[in-house]
């Protein structure tokens, strides 16, 4: 299973649709269990994959290393924005799988929701990996949010450097919040460029299949498109509560890593528990069980799912942009089945992702 370990809540950034302001009433700032207590409990999962999560988990990279040190995890994955990757040693570097790095696009796009000069500093550090013999994955993971402009910021990440990223992924900035709709003028209308946008990012990535014989790395299409090649049934995608937890500072087991505050999310500790007993106790409900892509879909979201903060308006709005993004693979399907038929990509090219490295697959 993969385990997200929340190394610390604190954050060098200050993002607009997360504001970092962590509640140590809810948990502590910094891990209060030990190294022995992580390790004991760990142990008893063969398959152990290991995301290192925050907060910024660099901030505490001391930690890090001395988790790397004492436990064999079968993977290991960071989520991290970046800013401090220079500092970690090589050694170190070369050891993880996956390294997903918070990027929005373009640089006025990141930099109007990261902070001014993030983007510059997040690239330098790409590079420096890149220079260092990191031969990874390494995941773009953009936030998708008013002022994106899907086509023109997926397109740039993909195509920056020789290219740094190997794949791009994103998530919406929806259903975070309450009250809704906060970062939008007219979500409507918004959501109705979105969905344009989408349109013309598949296009342009079946014509890249077909100019340069490439699959490019954008993580959505690639899990859809998987799913529908190989005709797979899937589950929530991110695997929360299914094949992922967290493991909060406190020890808590929880199921997805944004909502350690949600009675409903807690399934277990790392002291009580075994990783046998904490699976399938909290799964998507209504309305996806009954939806008619669930298969496809696997409901989007776990958190999204349960605490519909934005009403089943929001709810219903949000899904319209999983649909459109399904019907338009499923038109790009048999292309795609002719591509494959002449040789010029192949099957195996959309077998991604090959294990949980943490995309959530669904925007
Ligand atoms: S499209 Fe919406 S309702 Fe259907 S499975 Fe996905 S999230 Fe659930
Ligand atoms: S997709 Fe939703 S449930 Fe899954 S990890 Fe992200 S926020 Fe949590």
């Known amino acids: ?179 809704p709709y906060q970062r939008y003028r007219n979500f409507d209308e918004w959501l109705a460029k979105y969905n344009v946008g989408i349109s013309k990012l598949v296009n342009y990535w079946l014509e890249s299949m077909k100019k340069e014989g490439k699959v490019l790395g954008i993580v959505p299409f690639l899990g859809i498109m998987k799913t529908l090649l190989f005709n797979e049934k899937v589950e929530l995608r991110c695997g929360s509560g299914i094949n992922a937890f967290t493991i909060t500072t406190s020890g808590r087991l929880i199921a997805c890593p944004i909502a350690p505050e949600f009675e409903w999310n807690h399934v277990g500790d790392i002291f009580r528990n075994k990783p046998v007993d904490i699976a399938r106790k909290v799964m998507v409900e209504e309305p996806c069980t009954s939806c008619e892509i669930y298969d496809i879909c696997g409901g989007r979201c776990l958190f999204a799912n349960k605490t519909k903060l934005w009403g089943e308006d929001g709810f219903r709005k949000v899904c319209g942009t999983v649909k459109h993004l399904v019907n338009e693979l499923k038109k790009a399907k048999s292309e795609i089945q002719e591509l494959i038929r002449l040789g010029i990509v192949r099957k195996e090219d959309f077998n991604y992702p090959k294990y949980n490295n943490t995309t959530e697959i669904i925007p």
């Open 1 to 179: 299973m993969l385990y997200f370990i929340t190394l610390t809540q604190v954050c060098n950034l200050k993002c607009r649709y997360c504001g970092n302001t962590p509640d140590p009433a809810i948990e502590p700032i910094d891990i209060t269990y030990t190294i022995k207590d992580l390790k004991s409990f760990l142990e008893n999962d063969p398959e152990a994959s290991i995301a290192f999560y925050g907060g910024e988990p660099l901030v505490r990279m001391d930690l890090m290393k001395k988790i790397m040190d004492e436990i064999e995890a079968k993977r290991y994955i960071i989520q991290t924005n970046g800013l401090l990757l220079k500092n970690l040693e090589t050694e170190y570097l070369k050891r993880f799988d996956t390294i997903l790095v918070s990027i929005d696009g373009r640089e006025e796009i990141t930099d109007y929701y990261r902070g001014l000069g993030t983007y510059r500093r997040v690239i330098e550090n790409i590079k420096d990996i890149r220079a260092r013999g990191f031969s990874g994955d390494l995941i773009a993971r953009m936030a998708v949010s008013e002022k994106t402009d899907i086509l023109e910021d997926v397109k740039h990440l993909l195509r920056i450097g020789d290219p740094w990223f190997d794949h791009v992924h994103w998530q919406l900035d929806v259903m975070w919040d309450s009250p």
